[in-house]
């Protein structure tokens, strides 16, 4: 049966061959197991972090608004003010 060095050398190298392709395999089967178990918590979690994300994006766009509005405000009155300016310089002209 063991006839040979060489055959013995061959069968302690796949034995190496076959323990190194049980870890990643492990790994993976782990990973896989850990998101199966997990996926229920992570799913209210989720829903709840959106459910915080939705009010810090309307916070954010409160705030924003607020700031920009007094730009926007003076920004349109200079341009009506122009146009008005405009309309009654070009028909006093005609």
Known sequence: MWSNPRDI????????????????LALIGGLAYGIHRLR?????????AFSYAELLRARVESVAQR??????????????????????????KK
């Open 9 to 24: 050398a061959l069968i302690f190298l796949s034995l190496q061959a076959l323990v190194m392709a049980l870890i990643p």
């Open 67 to 92: 700031a920009a509005s007094p730009f926007i405000r003076v920004h349109s009155t200079l341009r009506m003010t122009e146009t008005v300016l405009k309309q009654i310089t070009t028909t006093a």
């Open 40 to 48: 229920p918590l992570v799913r209210h979690y989720l829903r709840v």
